[in-house]
């Protein structure tokens, strides 16, 4: 009798520790869910996103696990076209009930379509856009966002590289910042085409770079002054200051990067700030007569390179002194706005795998120097909010 309690007692303790095993993803699924809002920084789960079909404009996050054709069908193979795909909160998932179909819009179909891109099956991404039915289905159409998740690697600052600025706040944290990533290898305008080849390509095809306001993902040669061909963007518009393509600012990678031509002229030296209209080309970008507002998922790579660029630049060896300021229509001024937009855009689109590379590779290959802000985001407001 007693040895058959003591079988009984080691089934019941076995079964109850099964139950917390199978239980715990699901509660830690369903604590993600009930915390998150939406926002870039903290994506809705797929489910979240099915039971939210309301017309809100929200990020999701979820597995590819292959192209809706119906309402019914999902394909996992021979992909007919780079139009849709379906997200899932597992990478295993085969329910279309529990999958989310997302529309991809044509600036983002050569990077996330499946036709062109099969090997993102099972790759997580990241997804803004309006949740609304889809091949009469829980969905997500007019996409401004698109990303790939986990595939970058986080590497570590240099040891003691900031040392000279850990403690320090308001100007003498600034100061500190400048003296260390002052005085970086500069390079010529003509060697920054090759160096957005390096810093700026595609981590799905390494054929191709990524283009800051459209996303779209487009081959690396194919730079000039053509209207779909990329070329040389400077983030912060060098007519603000003046410094034109001179070595220096002028050919500083932390704030130079691949941009669609056309957009680029339509961007021109426009100040940043919210609102305006949205850019028939590049889908999420808004503009007006004296700002630029860029899409979602690279509003906190905008504020940080000019975050960079307002330290980097201060008025010593013969150099300009960059400042940001709380204003649009800075004209040749030497100033950037605005301030505060850009404070908040950094805090709603945190530092991300893609920034953390681009800046490895600028320090390691060609600058020798760093963007204080993606290394460490609490600086700004350190510098800026106190």
Do not use: C
């Not at 290898?185 to 283009?211: C, K, Q």
Request: hydrophobic share 30%.
């Amino acid at each position: 009798m007693l040895i058959s309690k003591k079988k009984g007692l080691l089934l019941s303790l076995i079964l109850f520790s099964a139950i917390l095993v199978i239980m715990k993803p699901v509660q830690d699924s369903l604590t993600r869910a009930a915390a998150a809002d939406g926002s870039w920084s903290s994506p809705y789960s797929i489910s979240q996103s099915i039971n939210s079909q309301n017309n809100s404009s929200k990020t999701v996050q979820g597995y590819v696990v292959g192209q809706p054709t119906s309402t019914s069908t999902v394909i996992t193979s021979g992909f007919p076209n780079d139009y849709a795909l379906a997200l899932a909160d597992s990478p295993a998932e085969t329910s279309t009930a529990n999958m989310l179909y997302v529309q991809i819009p044509s600036s983002f179909r050569s990077a996330f379509g499946l036709q062109s891109n099969p090997h993102l099956i099972g790759k997580q991404i990241k997804v803004t856009g309006t949740l609304t039915a889809y091949f009469s289905h829980p969905g997500l159409k007019n996409g401004t966002a698109f990303e790939l998740q986990g595939d970058e690697s986080n590497t570590p600052e240099p040891e003691g590289y900031y040392d000279p600025a850990y403690g320090k706040t308001d100007e003498a944290l600034k100061t500190a910042l400048h003296n260390i990533i002052d005085d970086h290898t500069e390079i010529s305008y003509s060697d920054v085409w090759e160096a957005l080849r390096r810093t700026d390509e595609d981590p799905l095809n390494p054929n191709n770079v990524i283009l800051l306001y459209t996303g779209r993902s487009q081959g690396k040669y194919t730079n000039g002054a053509g209207v779909d061909d990329w070329n040389r963007e400077h983030v912060w518009a060098k007519s603000h200051g003046d410094f034109g393509t001179a070595m220096g600012a002028g050919t500083d990678l932390h704030h130079l990067r691949p941009t669609d031509a056309s957009v680029n002229s339509s961007r021109g030296n426009l100040d940043f700030d919210n609102g305006g209209t949205q850019h028939s080309e590049a889908i999420g970008n808004y503009f007006d007569s004296d700002s630029w507002e860029p899409r979602d998922s690279v509003k906190g790579d905008v504020a940080r390179m000019l975050f960079y660029m307002a330290v980097r630049y201060e008025g010593d060896s013969g150099e300009l002194d960059l400042e940001l300021n709380n204003l649009v229509n800075n004209g040749s001024a030497p100033y950037h706005g605005k301030m505060s937009v850009l404070l908040q855009w950094h805090k709603e689109d945190p530092v991300d795998d893609i920034e953390r590379r681009r800046n490895e590779i600028i320090y390691t290959e060609y600058q020798h120097n760093r963007n204080p802000f993606i290394d460490h985001p609490e600086w700004a407001s350190a510098i800026w909010e106190q």
